[in-house]
């Protein structure tokens, strides 16, 4: 389950029996909040798009959003490859996953129409590169919407010029999440 920890990670992966226990956990306790973050990304998601979900985890968002959505095009990278393989077996086989850093996305220019991510920002360990990446694969007009806890990068994530803040809200009392909205520029 994702919490603030002050303590944090860092910008480490969470690995081997971490990853596990975070499977585990993702898969039964939290569903409801994926379930209302995926009715949140869906209402935002045009008919048939692309979405990638940068620092998956496990994957739970993207079971959510494919079974909400069976029209979009879903893809998912995560820094850890421990957790890549634990959401290649919690999705199917269409949805396009990669162990990959966000600071260096394995996509063309111009691909998503949205990219997404969840409790995962406040690890990146260059946050600026991170936004720089997803203003690049983005394509004009496309969007981001970010779900951390307040103290994540949110700003550094626009400090590039391709993407702009659109919207910042709180999200969720319970787990004191903040929905984080960005655009690039048509
Ligand atoms: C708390 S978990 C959240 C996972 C999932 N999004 C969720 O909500 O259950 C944070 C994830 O971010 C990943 N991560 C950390 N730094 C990353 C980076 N630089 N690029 C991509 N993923 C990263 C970690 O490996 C971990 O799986």
Do not use: C
Request: glycine content about 6%; charged content about 30%.
């Amino acid at each position: 389950m994702p919490h603030d920890h002050s303590h944090s990670h860092g910008n480490r992966p969470i690995e081997g029996r971490h990853s596990n226990r975070y499977d585990r956990m993702a898969r039964l306790l939290m569903k409801p909040v994926y379930r209302k973050i995926a009715k949140d990304v869906a209402a935002s998601a045009p008919q048939g798009a692309t979405v990638l979900d940068v620092g998956t985890g496990p994957g739970i968002l993207l079971r959510e959003l494919s079974r909400l959505r069976p029209d979009l095009h879903l893809a998912g990278v995560d820094l850890a490859p421990d957790m890549v393989d634990h959401a290649r077996r919690n999705l199917d086989d269409r949805i396009e996953l990669h162990a990959a850093d966000v600071a260096a996305l394995p996509f063309e220019d111009d691909k998503f129409d949205l990219v997404v991510s969840t409790f995962s920002s406040h690890h990146w360990g260059d946050p600026e590169a991170g936004g720089a990446e997803i203003a690049r694969v983005l394509r004009e007009g496309g969007r981001l919407l970010n779900y951390d806890f307040p103290r994540a990068p949110f700003k550094a994530l626009t400090d590039n010029p391709g993407l702009t803040s659109v919207r910042r809200t709180p999200f969720s009392r319970i787990l004191k999440a903040t929905r984080f909205e960005a655009a690039k520029q048509a």
